[in-house]
C-alpha cells in the first residue's frame, strides 16, 4: 500500500473539543481570578504543534461571546461564565516583505474583527495597526458596556516572518507589531484578559517599541498542564471504540496499542507535577489512518527551527539532558536562535521534554534544577530529519509498535 494514502492530517477534532470544554470553563475562571496588574492580565501560552490551540482559541470565543453577537440563550447552564466582546486575532498567514506591508496585513484583519462586531469603519485616518486596535476596543466597549477579552492566537507568526526579512527591516517590522499589542496594555479597565497563544516565546518588547513588557507566562504552570493534551487514561476512555478496532488490525492488543501511542506520541510533559500527556493530533491522525504509527508532525512547518540548526550546525546539544538544568522552558529566543537558544528551541517546540525534577530547599530559598530527554519515538524520527542524520523518508515509514527502533536507522544518513 502507498504510505501517501495514511499520511494526511486528521480532518476533525470532535472528540478533543467536547472531553476539554468543562476544563476550558475552568481556565476561563482561573484567568478572571488572577490578580490583576495596573494594565490588563496579558497572557502567554506555547505549546508544540498538535496540541490544539487554535481550536481552543475558537471554543474560548465562543464560550465568551456575548448573546447579542452570537444569539445564543441567555440561560445557557452549560457556560457558567460572564460574557463579554472577544476580539480573536488570527496571525497564522501574516506574511510581508516590508515593514510596510506589515501594517497593511495588521489592520486587514482588524478589519475582519470590525465586520464580525458589524461596527462601522473606523476613523478613516486610522492607518497604523495601533490606532485601529485601540479604536476597535474603544467601539467594542462602548457597544455593549463591557470589558473586551482578546484572543490573539499564532502571535508568534510575525516574529518568525519577520527572521526572513533582511536584517535593516526586522527591527522595524517587529516595531509595527509590537505597537500595534500596546494598544492593549494602554486600554486599561476596558479589557478583561488578554490570551497569546503560539509555539515559540519571543520577547514581546524591544529597544525601539514598548510593547507589552509584562505578560504572564502560563505556558509550564501545574493548572493548565494537562489542558491541551491527553492523558494516557483519557486516549483509553474516549477512544476505546478506535483500539478495539485498530489494534488487532496492527497485530498487537488493546494494552500494547496504548503503550506504542504512549511512547509515539506522549511523555510531554507540562510542569513540575510531571503529569505526561500525549499530542491530540498525532493520536487522532493514528486512528485515522487505521492505527498506523507514522511521523505526522513531519507535517508542520519547522522552517524557523531547520534555519536555526543550519546557522548553529556545530553546535553541541549534550548539555541538554544533563542533570542541573535551569527552567529553559521559560526562556525566550531571538530571530536568529544562538548555540544555546537552540537547545530552548527545541525545549519548546517538544523535541525535549522534562524528564527529572530536583527541589533544593533552605532556610530562605527554595531552587528548582531540570533534566530534559527526548520525549517521544515521533519527535526523536523528526529531530533526526531535521538535523540532516537521516532521509525524509523516515517520516513516512511505519513505525513497528512492538519494537519502536526497529528499521529506523535504515534510513540515516553516514557519518559526515
Given amino acids: 500500500m502507498d504510505n501517501n494514502l495514511y499520511f494526511h492530517e486528521p480532518s476533525h477534532f470532535s472528540k478533543e473539543e467536547f472531553q476539554k470544554a468543562d476544563h476550558l470553563q475552568d481556565f476561563i475562571k482561573y484567568l478572571d481570578s488572577m490578580p490583576r496588574l495596573f494594565a490588563p492580565n496579558i497572557n502567554l501560552i506555547i505549546r508544540p504543534r498538535g496540541f490544539g490551540l487554535t481550536l481552543a482559541i475558537e471554543a474560548m470565543e465562543k464560550m465568551l461571546t456575548c448573546d447579542e453577537l452570537e444569539g445564543e440563550k441567555k440561560d445557557d447552564p452549560t457556560l457558567q461564565i460572564e460574557k463579554s466582546p472577544v476580539i480573536r486575532l488570527s496571525l497564522k498567514k501574516v506574511k510581508a516583505k516590508t515593514p510596510y506591508e506589515y501594517e497593511e496585513a495588521l489592520i486587514k484583519i482588524l478589519q475582519g474583527q470590525m465586520w464580525q462586531h458589524h461596527l462601522k469603519n473606523l476613523k478613516q485616518a486610522r492607518t497604523h495597526p495601533k490606532l485601529v486596535l485601540s479604536d476597535l476596543i474603544d467601539e467594542l466597549w462602548l457597544k455593549y458596556q463591557k470589558s473586551v477579552v482578546v484572543l490573539i492566537d499564532n502571535y508568534d507568526v510575525p516574529f518568525i516572518n519577520a527572521s526572513t526579512l533582511p536584517p535593516s527591516d526586522q527591527d522595524e517590522a517587529i516595531a509595527v ?110 486512528f485515522e489512518n487505521e492505527g498506523y504509527l507514522l511521523t505526522y508532525m513531519a507535517n508542520g512547518d519547522f522552517t524557523f527551527l531547520k534555519t536555526a540548526i543550519k546557522n548553529n550546525d556545530d553546535a553541541d546539544l549534550s548539555w541538554l539532558t544533563k542533570d542541573g538544568q535551569d527552567a529553559l522552558f521559560y526562556d525566550h529566543v531571538h530571530l536568529a536562535p544562538n548555540a544555546d537558544e537552540l537547545g530552548v528551541l527545541l525545549l519548546q517546540l517538544g523535541f525535549v521534554s522534562i524528564d527529572k525534577v530536583t527541589i533544593t530547599t533552605g532556610e530562605n530559598f527554595i531552587n528548582y534544577r531540570y533534566r530534559f530527554a527526548m520525549t517521544n519515538e515521533e519527535m526523536r524520527r523528526l529531530l533526526k530529519i531535521l538535523l540532516g542524520k537521516a532521509d525524509p523518508r523516515l517520516s513516512t515509514v511505519p513505525i513497528n509498535p512492538q519494537v519502536l527502533c526497529d528499521g529506523a536507522d535504515d534510513y540515516d544518513y553516514p557519518e559526515k
Avoid at 486600554?187 to 490570551?195: E, H, N
Avoid at 497569546?196 to 509550564?220: M, N, R, W
Wanted: with cysteine; glycine share 6%.
Fill in 177 to 286: 507589531y509590537l505597537d500595534m499589542l500596546n494598544a492593549i496594555k494602554k486600554s486599561g479597565t476596558k479589557v478583561r484578559f488578554v490570551l497569546l497563544t503560539g509555539h515559540v516565546k519571543f520577547e514581546l518588547a524591544s529597544q525601539i517599541a514598548e510593547g507589552l513588557p509584562q505578560v504572564i507566562d502560563l505556558s509550564y504552570r501545574p493548572q493548565i498542564d494537562t489542558l491541551f493534551g491527553f492523558t494516557l487514561e483519557e486516549v483509553k476512555e474516549h477512544f476505546a471504540l478506535e483500539l478495539k478496532r485498530f489494534a488487532p488490525r496492527q497485530g498487537i492488543t488493546v494494552s500494547e496499542m496504548l503503550k506504542a501511542l504512549n511512547d509515539c506520541y506522549g511523555h510531554f510533559v507540562f510542569s513540575d507535577r510531571k503529569i505526561p500527556v500525549l499530542c491530540p493530533a498525532s493520536v487522532a491522525a493514528c
